[in-house]
């Protein structure tokens, strides 16, 4: 018999659930087949599913970037007792010191499988050398997997898995209320192009518009980023022309209200390498417009197989007269708009379905089980 309990290891699943990474892992622990028994950490009295044999290991909040001491914790549960010959599925971005004792655990117990999903694969190719032995290594992109290719990784070894969204209610678009939603994390350059969005709105085609800015405070320049907004926006901000907000305690009133999604950053250090927030909006019909640089562009690639359009990418040279001026373009086309949203959300249900993905490490939990008890 294959074997089907499975450890997972992660940060806790607990609400609230403010990061991309937790949100993927909570949504496959939700979504696995009842085949499957999992243990994981969360809260013992919330646990995600109604399974009777699944272990949840009470574990506290560790925050965005878990520190020495709570991943100590975290290792510890790798060589206890009764999880030590379960396989082993590991969803922390590779590092030395993490990454080092998950390949000297495999090397000490090689019918063991194990299995790592990078989720944030920013300068995970440094790392090769410590995944290299793994049975597996999941990326979240084709951008990652050709990286780690060229490090030296077997094709074999590492599978991309898409990340993924339940399907979202579609959002009525309102003629009176045409809103521009940037929601992710600040930092010096994006900034800049959020000053360009939002001086734009005083231009003609753009009156009677607001930008809307969701930015949970985690950057390492989040306070210098947020000052340098509120000193730019001042003006617009007073008058509601510009909204700024932090932790946002209700993402799906967000997207309601919104028409537009815009996408400013121009890298993903320490984030997810297809943000499950843009699929969200996808999801929901809204359309995205988005700086050109790999992975965020592999949205607009898989479009293109399906001949959809979801949206704009725009060069990464983009200055900030030529922001405004794709701004008032779409502004006078509001059939633009409704055409990109429905294309934005049948693009969500072809490449970026729940239900594939959980399929997909469904299988890969078989593929390595049988290869563990041939």
């Given at each position: 018999?294959?074997?089907?309990?499975?450890?997972?290891?992660?940060?806790?699943?607990?609400?609230?659930?403010?990061?991309?990474?937790?949100?993927?892992?909570?949504?496959?622990?939700?979504?696995?087949?009842?085949?499957?028994?999992?243990?994981?950490?969360?809260?013992?009295?919330?646990?995600l599913?109604?399974?009777?044999?699944?272990?949840?290991?009470?574990?506290?909040?560790?925050?965005?970037?878990?520190?020495?001491?709570?991943?100590?914790?975290?290792?510890?549960?790798?060589?206890?007792?009764?999880?030590?010959?379960?396989?082993l599925?590991?969803?922390?971005?590779?590092?030395?010191?993490?990454?080092?004792?998950?390949?000297?655990?495999?090397?000490?117990?090689?019918?063991?499988?194990?299995?790592?999903?990078?989720?944030?694969?920013?300068?995970?190719?440094?790392?090769?050398?410590?995944?290299?032995?793994?049975?597996?290594?999941?990326?979240?992109?084709?951008?990652?997997?050709?990286?780690?290719?060229?490090?030296?990784?077997?094709?074999?070894?590492?599978?991309?898995?898409?990340?993924?969204?339940?399907?979202?209610?579609?959002?009525?678009?309102?003629?009176?209320?045409?809103?521009?939603?940037?929601?992710?994390?600040?930092?010096?350059?994006?900034?800049?192009?959020?000053?360009?969005?939002?001086?734009?709105?005083?231009?003609?085609?753009?009156?009677?518009?607001?930008?809307?800015?969701?930015?949970?405070?985690?950057?390492?320049?989040?306070?210098?980023?947020?000052?340098?907004?509120?000193?730019?926006?001042?003006?617009?901000?007073?008058?509601?022309q510009?909204?700024?907000?932090?932790?946002?305690?209700?993402?799906?009133?967000?997207?309601?209200?919104?028409?537009?999604?815009?996408?400013?950053?121009?890298?993903?250090?320490?984030?997810?390498?297809?943000?499950?927030?843009?699929?969200?909006?996808?999801?929901?019909?809204?359309?995205?417009?988005?700086?050109?640089?790999?992975?965020?562009?592999?949205?607009?690639a898989?479009?293109?197989?399906?001949?959809?359009?979801?949206?704009?990418?725009?060069?990464?040279?983009?200055s900030a007269?030529?922001?405004?001026?794709?701004?008032?373009e779409?502004?006078?086309?509001?059939?633009?708009?409704?055409?990109?949203?429905?294309?934005?959300?049948?693009?969500?249900?072809?490449?970026?379905?729940?239900?594939?993905?959980?399929?997909?490490?469904?299988?890969?939990?078989?593929?390595l089980?049988?290869?563990?008890?041939?």
């Amino acid at each position: 018999m294959l074997p089907t309990h499975w450890l997972l290891v992660s940060k806790p699943l607990r609400p609230p659930f403010r990061d991309g990474s937790s949100v993927l892992v909570k949504q496959l622990v939700e979504h696995l087949p009842e085949r499957f028994t999992l243990t994981y950490y969360g809260d013992p009295e919330q646990p995600l599913r109604k399974q009777e044999n699944d272990e949840v290991l009470s574990l506290p909040d560790m925050g965005f970037a878990p520190g020495l001491i709570a991943k100590a914790r975290v290792l510890a549960t790798l060589f206890a007792a009764r999880h030590r010959r379960l396989p082993l599925h590991f969803f922390f971005t590779p590092n030395r010191v993490t990454s080092g004792v998950l390949a000297a655990l495999h090397r000490s117990q090689p019918q063991r499988p194990v299995l790592q999903s990078l989720m944030s694969s920013d300068g995970a190719a440094r790392f090769a050398p410590l995944l290299r032995d793994l049975d597996a290594v999941v990326v979240l992109s084709e951008h990652t997997r050709n990286a780690l290719l060229e490090a030296g990784l077997s094709a074999e070894r590492v599978r991309r898995i898409y990340p993924a969204v339940a399907e979202g209610a579609i959002v009525k678009q309102s003629v009176s209320n045409r809103r521009l939603l940037y929601a992710g994390d600040l930092d010096l350059a994006v900034v800049e192009h959020l000053i360009a969005a939002g001086r734009a709105l005083d231009q003609p085609l753009l009156q009677g518009w607001t930008l809307e800015i969701a930015a949970r405070p985690k950057a390492k320049d989040d306070a210098a980023a947020r000052a340098r907004l509120r000193g730019a926006l001042a003006r617009e901000l007073a008058v509601g022309q510009v909204l700024l907000a932090g932790e946002v305690p209700n993402m799906e009133a967000v997207f309601q209200r919104a028409t537009l999604q815009l996408f400013l950053a121009t890298h993903m250090h320490k984030k997810v390498d297809i943000p499950l927030v843009l699929l969200e909006g996808m999801s929901r019909s809204l359309p995205l417009i988005a700086f050109d640089f790999a992975p965020v562009n592999e949205i607009f690639a898989r479009a293109r197989e399906y001949r959809l359009e979801p949206g704009r990418l725009l060069p990464l040279q983009t200055s900030a007269g030529d922001l405004g001026a794709v701004l008032r373009e779409i502004a006078g086309h509001p059939e633009t708009l409704v055409r990109w949203g429905e294309d934005a959300r049948e693009l969500s249900r072809r490449a970026f379905a729940l239900e594939t993905m959980v399929e997909q490490y469904a299988a890969l939990y078989d593929e390595l089980g049988a290869k563990s008890h041939p």
